[in-house]
C-alpha cells in the first residue's frame, strides 16, 4: 500500500467493520489479477487474506471462479465471475495513473471481475471502449477510490508513490472515476474511457 500500487489495508479493514457493524453477514473480499499474475495469491501476498481471517471474511480469486459470458455494449464477449453479476458490488479501487488509460480508478478496476485471461480479449478490442461496456455490464451499488498513497507518473505498477490522503467514494462510478481525476490534477475529458 506504501508504493501507492495497492489497496491500503486500513481502507479495507475499515469497511469491512463499518459494513458488519450495520449488520452484513455475507462479506466477500474478491480479485481478479491482471495477466501475468493470474495464478498469484495476490490477496495472500499482500497481507489481506490474513486481515479477513480476522473479521470471518472468506477471499476469492475471480480468476477461478465459475464465469458467465457476458457480450458488451462494444460487442466484445468476455467471462464475468459469476458471483460478481448476483453480488452487490463495491469497487474499492486505487487512485493511480496508468500508461494505457490515463488513470486506473473504479472503472478499469472492474477488469478484475474478468475471469482469467479474457482480460487480454479487453485490451485487445481496444481498451478505453472496453472500459465503458465493462461500466454497462457491471454496475458496483459504491466505488470507492482509495488514495491515502496514490501514484503518479508511470502507474500501475511502476509510478512513484504520493502521500494523497483521499478516500473518495459514490453510488455512481462515473462520479466516483470524475472526482479522482479532478483531485490528480487531470482532466476527466482527457480520459478517454
Not at 497481507?47 to 459470458?69: D, I, M, Q, S
Not at 465471475?81 to 448476483?86: D, F, K, N, Y
Not at 475471469?115 to 457491471?138: E, F, N, Q, T
Request: contains cysteine; charged residues 20%.
Amino acid at each position: 500500500a506504501m508504493t501507492g500500487a495497492t489497496t491500503d489495508l486500513r481502507v479495507l479493514r475499515s469497511l469491512i467493520e463499518i459494513l458488519q457493524n450495520q449488520g452484513y453477514q455475507d462479506l466477500i473480499v474478491a480479485e481478479g489479477p491482471m495477466t501475468g499474475y493470474i495464478d498469484v495469491d495476490v490477496l495472500k501476498y499482500l497481507g489481506a487474506t490474513k486481515l479477513c481471517a480476522e473479521y470471518g471474511v472468506p477471499v476469492l480469486n475471480l480468476n477461478k471462479e465459475k464465469g458467465t459470458r457476458v457480450r458488451l455494449s462494444t460487442g466484445s464477449t468476455v467471462e464475468i465471475a459469476e458471483i460478481v453479476l448476483r453480488s452487490r458490488v463495491i469497487d474499492l479501487a486505487k487512485l493511480k495513473t496508468h500508461v494505457l488509460t490515463t488513470v486506473t480508478l473504479g472503472i478499469k478496476n472492474l477488469l478484475g471481475c474478468i475471469v482469467g485471461y479474457d482480460k487480454r480479449l479487453i485490451h485487445l478490442a481496444g481498451l478505453d471502449k472496453s472500459l465503458v461496456g465493462l461500466a454497462k455490464s457491471i454496475v458496483p451499488a459504491l466505488t470507492i477510490v482509495e488514495g491515502m498513497v496514490g501514484m503518479e507518473d508511470r502507474g500501475p505498477v511502476a509510478g512513484h508513490p504520493i502521500q494523497s490522503e483521499v478516500v473518495i467514494s459514490s453510488h455512481n462510478l462515473l462520479a466516483a472515476d470524475l472526482a479522482a481525476s479532478l483531485v490528480m490534477g487531470i482532466d476527466p475529458l482527457s480520459v478517454r474511457h
